[in-house]
């Protein structure tokens, strides 16, 4: 007799808010880690080149790669699928990003190209995520059918 298995519909009106909530909360983890872990060094600035240009790109890349992350572990059955639609949405979103800073904003143009950089970085990072997240699930597909055959 088979089990019969629940849908889970109510993970999907969930799935945005926690790919974004987990993403920032996580970027923000690593950005905290990372400071602590500086200070307790002893040469650590906080307006040296490091916490101002480097950390803030590492830290999205963190963000757009636990983006998706979280999207794999929380969408219930097409996980392929959402992976890409939140990969195209955080894609706009880059691009209006961009834009923004570029043209819309009073910023100086050193501020342009770290936003740039950033929002570049965390679509790059959800690119891979994705990537790596299929490879992935074709991994557990395959083994399982493995198992299933022998």
């Known amino acids: 007799m088979e089990k019969q298995q629940s849908s889970q519909w109510w993970r999907w009106p969930l799935l945005p808010f926690?790919?974004?909530?987990?993403?920032?909360?996580?970027?923000m983890l690593f950005v905290f880690l990372h400071w602590l872990l500086m200070k307790f060094?002893?040469?650590?600035?906080?307006d040296?080149?490091?916490?101002?240009?480097?950390?803030?790109?590492?830290?999205?890349?963190?963000?757009?790669?636990?983006?998706?992350?979280?999207?794999?572990?929380?969408?219930p059955k097409g996980k392929v699928i959402a992976g890409v639609v939140m990969t195209t949405i955080l894609?706009?979103?880059?691009?209006?990003?961009i834009v923004a800073s570029?043209?819309?904003?009073s910023n100086s143009m050193i501020n342009a190209i770290q936003q740039t950089i950033g929002a570049l970085a965390a679509f790059i990072f959800a690119i891979v995520g994705l990537v790596q997240m299929k490879d992935e699930q074709e991994r557990i597909q395959s083994y399982s059918q493995q198992l299933l055959e022998t």
């Open 41 to 46: 060094q002893g040469d650590f600035h906080e």
């Open 102 to 105: 570029w043209y819309l904003s």
């Open 91 to 97: 894609g706009i979103f880059t691009i209006f990003s």
């Open 48 to 75: 040296g080149w490091w916490f101002r240009y480097i950390l803030p790109t590492i830290s999205s890349g963190v963000f757009g790669w636990l983006y998706i992350y979280i999207t794999f572990r929380v969408a």
């Open 18 to 27: 926690a790919s974004i909530l987990g993403g920032l909360l996580g970027s």
